[in-house]
């Protein structure tokens, strides 16, 4: 009855609110950015293993060879140094000491990540960059279900 | 029904119709199961006028960042040199001082000190 009396008198005149939240000041986090930088990673690698050098002695060929070859490592290094960023930001930023509880590989998991990031800008190695989109497929498992939502994965390739 | 706390909460009660505490309605989930979305609390401003927050309070805040948001969260610890740390009691849903840092004392505004309604 007291509740009732309660919510008869906040239509009277509205309690001011307090806020006991996490979504207003957390911003947006979603894992989906940081695949959208590995697919790219990925089908950079793909771009580049599949490159044929000119015939030696054609110099405007070799150029144009040269120009594609420097484009599409530039694009790799810095679509990997994204999806690390993004990654970092989900593991520092959203995840919390509690989600341990329920992700105790959640460290692990990041910092795999991590290094497959680093290791698709050292080397042009179409596993590493399959790995590291593997990685984050797990950690898009992982996150959701902190979030105790269901959201399927899928990639733009 | 009226909450058992209700009945040791008779004074803050008469003091709220004294207008001495102020009704607020709590949103979000970060202080379950004590604080539900949607429960109406009682706030005495006064509370920390004379002493400092003790750990375990219950204390209305402004936010560090966003000075017209006001959080309620409970006090972690004793307050240190003037700041005071603050989480959330369910606290994977908390957004407290684990990211934003302890809060300055003079942004306490108060104490929760009645809970009116689940």
Redesign the interface.
Known sequence: ???RI?EQ??RIS?????????????GVYDPASARIAAEAVLSMTKKILALTPPAPGDQAAGIAFLNTLARYIAIKEEQAELAKHDLLVLWT?YF????LKDAPNLHEMFWKAAKLCSECKQSVNEQKASDLLKAIQEIHGMFWK?KKREVPWYTAA | MVHRSLIRGFPHLVLWALGRRARLRVRGTSMEPWLSDGSFVLVDPRAYRRRAPRAGDVVLARHPYERDLRLVKRVASEPKDSRVALVGDRAEASHDSRDFGTVPLADVMGQVVLKLSS
Not at chain 1, 15 to 26: L, V
Not at chain 1, 96 to 99: A, R, V, Y
């Open positions: 009855m007291f509740d309660l008198l906040d509205p309690a001011p609110e307090a806020q006991a939240h996490c979504d207003g000041p957390c930023d919390k000491p509690d989600h902190s």
